[in-house]
């Protein structure tokens, strides 16, 4: 089983910008990068002005991985969420462990469960004000 902490970095509009800068400034290799329009049975779900920004991007940059997301007009990034925390697991029930011990005296952003990206996915804030995603990989 595997288990790794990553920078998520949650952007206004301009993740596909950032990707070049951090591709060019740091050697940035993109893994993966999925649109909003690119979610399977989520399409319908964003206006049309959203499917081309990024829902989720994982770059390798060294021995280290750095995820980046375009959060929807709607969203209000606080300060203490435009930089948040990915804790990686390969195992759900992991990272469903990973996410109830977080959860306590803290508060759930978004409920953990399946999603169009990943098989087991939460986002909470801990009693510290410290937001993880608990995003499992397979």
């Known amino acids: 089983m595997t288990l790794s902490l990553t920078p998520f970095l949650n952007l206004k509009r301009n993740a596909k910008e950032a990707i070049e800068f951090y591709e060019k400034a740091l050697g940035a290799e993109v ?3 999925m649109t909003y329009g690119d979610m399977s049975g989520m399409s319908d779900t964003y206006p049309d002005d959203l ?3 990024v829902a989720t991007a994982k770059l390798q940059i060294g ?3 750095l995820m980046i997301s ?3 007009d709607t969203t209000n990034v606080e300060a203490s969420k435009q930089i948040t ?3 990686t697991t390969n195992d759900v029930e992991k990272s469903k ?3 109830e011990a977080l959860q306590q005296d803290g508060t759930v952003n978004m409920p ?3 999603q169009p990206f990943s098989p087991g996915f939460g986002d909470v804030t801990d009693k510290f004000g410290v937001t993880f995603l608990v995003y499992t990989e397979i």
């Open 70 to 72: 375009d959060v929807p």
């Open 97 to 99: 462990r990973i996410f």
């Open 31 to 33: 893994l993966s990068m």
């Open 112 to 114: 953990f469960g399946e």
């Open 63 to 65: 021995e280290s991985a």
């Open 85 to 87: 925390i990915g804790i």
């Open 51 to 53: 499917k081309d920004l």
